[in-house]
Structure formats: C-alpha cells, structure tokens
C-alpha cells in the first residue's frame, strides 16, 4: 500500500507562481514513476508532468517552459513548480504513483483568478 499527501494548493493572482508538494509513505521502494495530473470542471483529467525513480521527466507539450518536476528521493517528495499561471491553469491537481497498482492522492485545488 502507497498513500500520497499533497500540499500546497490555493489561490494565485495570473501571472503568479505556486509550487505544490507530494509525500509519500507506505510501501514505497517498488514505486518507479511519480507525477502530476490535473482536472478542471467540466474536463477529463490530463497528464501534467511525470518523474521516473531515475530522474526522467516528461511533461504535457502544452505545458514545457513553464512547469517544472522534480523530486527528493530520501524524503520520497514530488514537486510541481509552476509559474506563469493563467486562468486555465485552475484545476484539481492530484498526485500519482505507479507501482504495477497505480495510487492517487486527495487532490489539491488550484485557482488562477485576479
């Protein structure tokens, strides 16, 4: 069993920058990939970026240049940095962890308004 906690989540003027967190715990040394989807209302949950155990990253195309994954692998932390935010960024952000089972955390809202 993996559990995944996130945090960070709130609201950000356009043009701002937030930075969310995913912790880890459980049975965590089979997990090879973590990562970041998203879902705003009314829209199918999308691909934000993944992390691979060996570093690798790939990211949604529409969202290179201003997302950046990362992670701390002795602390079993994901990150999600994300600048120049625009209204069509608010979502529910959820964080994922592949193990052969896949895990999901709670979720965290993330609202771009002025």
């Known amino acids: 069993q993996v559990q995944l906690v996130e945090f960070g989540g709130g609201l950000v003027q356009p043009g701002g920058s937030l930075r969310l967190s995913c912790t880890a715990s459980?049975?965590?040394?089979?997990?090879?990939?973590m990562g970041w989807y998203r879902q705003a209302r009314g829209k199918q949950r999308e691909l934000v970026a993944l992390?691979?155990?060996?570093?690798?990253?790939n990211y949604a195309d529409s969202l290179k240049g201003r997302f950046t994954i990362s992670s701390n692998n002795a602390k079993n932390i994901v990150y999600l940095q994300m600048n120049s935010l625009k209204p069509e960024d608010t979502a529910v952000y959820y964080c994922?962890?592949?193990?052969?089972?896949?895990?999901w955390g709670q979720g965290t809202q993330v609202t771009v308004s002025s």
């Open positions: 992390i691979t155990s060996g570093g690798s990253t």
């Open positions: 459980g049975s965590i040394f089979n997990i090879h990939a």
């Open positions: 994922y962890a592949h193990t052969g089972p896949s895990y």
